[in-house]
């Protein structure tokens, strides 16, 4: 049975940046991510502030963090005691032992969304497979690619527990997030591009249930809304526009940074913080 418990798995710069200011506030939300080396700076974080300073699709979180793994798991008992108070609980759970350790919770979960980028998808996939989630339960992959989607729906034909799975596209550009610890407190900021733009193939009846800012009738250069469609046709149009056009964009802009970079001897060390000031002062020259 359900607890209105939403689980989102990874913290990156999507989930900071997107993902998290698309659920809606009466969630109890969960935040899964793996304990790896860009987030030592949490090792002795009790509580950590997640603050998205856009515009539209913005939020502010004071989540509690408990650090989990295959010999101290987290209970239902536990996380149901962790969100009584209505703040957000982040999970950082270690490498070794994968998504497993959450899934004495999963009963209780009514909805998942994911963010985790192309190197966590396997562990995704390979999770979602074995798992048996409450028959409520539907999973939304805000992922760059459909590779989630396809895989999980191909093993639904062969599975006699098969997965709800929702086709999603999300956009938008997110700059690395900033981070600042005090004691046992920590907070993590980002100031993403204003433009966003989301896409599910669902109903919106569903998807009402779990996001905001939903619509059918979307109009062309509506920003921070998510278009929900049923049609097959519809979401094929915008799923090839992201990705022939849009990522082909991005390819290129990328590329001429890079060139840049390589032009000014300027070694590539820091790509992620170094392609944004590059292809600013790329385009304005």
Request: glycine content about 6%; some cysteine.
């Amino acid at each position: 049975m359900s607890e209105n418990i939403h689980l989102h798995i990874g913290l990156g710069k999507l989930a900071l940046g997107l993902v998290l200011g698309l659920l809606r506030p009466e969630l109890r939300l969960v935040i899964a991510q793996r304990y790896s080396e860009n987030w030592q700076f949490m090792r002795n974080i009790d509580q950590v502030e997640l603050l998205n300073e856009a515009d539209n699709v913005g939020y502010k979180h004071i989540a509690k963090v408990k650090r989990i793994n295959k010999k101290n798991p987290i209970t239902v008992r536990q996380i149901l005691a962790l969100l009584k108070d209505g703040s957000p609980v982040l999970i950082l759970y270690d490498e070794i032992d994968g998504l497993n350790v959450l899934n004495d919770i999963l009963d209780k979960v009514c909805s998942i969304t994911t963010s985790v980028g192309k190197k966590g998808e396997g562990d995704i996939v390979t999770w979602l497979k074995g798992i048996r989630p409450s028959p409520e339960c539907i999973v939304y992959p805000f992922e760059n690619t459909e590779d989630i989607y396809k895989i999980i729906t191909e093993h639904n034909e062969e599975s006699t527990h098969p997965i709800t799975i929702r086709r999603t596209i999300p956009d938008r550009i997110c700059p690395d997030h900033k981070i600042h610890t005090s004691g046992k407190k920590a907070a993590v900021k980002i100031k993403p591009e204003e433009y966003a733009h989301i896409v599910i193939q669902s109903s919106l009846k569903e998807c009402n249930k779990i996001f905001i800012g939903c619509e059918e009738n979307f109009k062309e250069g509506d920003t921070g809304k998510i278009l929900v469609t049923q049609s097959s046709e519809v979401y094929q149009y915008f799923h090839d526009k992201k990705r022939r056009l849009v990522n082909s964009i991005h390819y290129f802009l990328a590329l001429l940074s890079y060139d840049s970079l390589l032009k000014k001897d300027i070694p590539v060390m820091d790509w992620e913080n170094q392609y944004m000031p590059y292809l600013l002062s790329v385009v304005l020259n």
